[in-house]
């Protein structure tokens, strides 16, 4: 399958952003859907996921509560509505497919290119 990220962007702190993913190729329906970033200097972390079907959705404990992570299988896209940006969230954003919702980046086999997130304070 195929990932396309997109809605990064520069914005300030306080402010939110609404990423999108969108995939072609292979049924998306069939694929639990990850969001991953990636910090200078720092290892690809896990931010949020949701399972095939939407029903179960988890996030790391840095995001909870600010970020919300959904899907549209009908449109093929998968979604993170992020807001009350801080700093500390600037980073490359790429969105992963997996055929399991697991947190864990290395069982993730198909990666989006990544879209830049910049919070200014």
């Not at 399958?1 to 995939?23: K, P």
């Not at 549209?72 to 055929?99: E, I």
Request: proline share 2%; charged share 15%.
């Amino acid at each position: 399958v195929q990932l396309q990220a997109s809605g990064g962007g520069l914005v300030q702190a306080g402010d939110s952003l609404r990423l999108s993913c969108a995939a072609s190729g292979r049924t998306f329906g069939d694929y639990a859907m990850g969001w991953f970033r990636q910090a200078p200097g720092k290892e690809r972390e896990f931010v949020a996921g949701i399972n095939w079907s939407g029903s179960i959705t988890y996030y790391a404990d840095s995001v909870k509560g600010r970020f919300t992570i959904s899907r549209d299988n009908a449109k093929n896209t998968v979604f993170l509505q992020m807001n009350s940006l801080k700093p500390g969230d600037t980073a490359l954003y790429y969105c992963a497919a997996n055929s399991l919702a697991t947190p864990v980046r290395a069982t993730y086999y198909y990666w989006g290119q990544g879209t830049q997130v910049t919070v200014s304070s």
